[in-house]
């Protein structure tokens, strides 16, 4: 099983970034997904969530309107599209797969948003 992100890097205030997320080992489609981040010193929050099928997603408050999960089922693949991004929006971002008791993480992207 592997998830692998890609796609971070270094952004100004204001700026955008595609995040990626590549599956295999499993099926893919079965899994609801999920994005999660965790900034230095602070605990793993989630910031945006995709059913497996993709009809329904639900978003972290502070991310409401700029971000957006989607998912390709046939590539295996989920996306992140942040958009207007904030100084607070620095940290590192996983990809986390779930059915029932399965879990399976990525190991992390580093976004950074600086001027």
């Known amino acids: 099983v592997q998830l692998v992100e890609s796609g971070g890097g270094l952004v100004q205030p204001g700026g955008s970034l595609r995040l990626s997320c590549a599956a295999s080992?499993?099926?893919?489609?079965?899994?609801?997904m999920s994005w999660y981040r965790q900034a230095p010193g602070k605990e793993r929050e989630l910031v945006a969530a995709i059913t497996s099928a993709g009809g329904s997603t639900n978003y972290v408050d502070s991310v409401k309107g700029r971000f957006t999960i989607s998912r390709d089922n046939a590539k295996n693949t989920v996306y992140l599209k942040m958009n207007s991004l904030k100084p607070e929006d620095t940290a590192v971002y996983y990809c986390?797969?779930?059915?029932?008791?399965?879990?399976?993480w990525g190991q992390g992207t580093q976004v950074t948003v600086s001027s």
């Open positions: 986390r797969a779930l059915r029932g008791f399965l879990i399976y």
């Open positions: 080992g499993f099926t893919f489609s079965n899994y609801a």
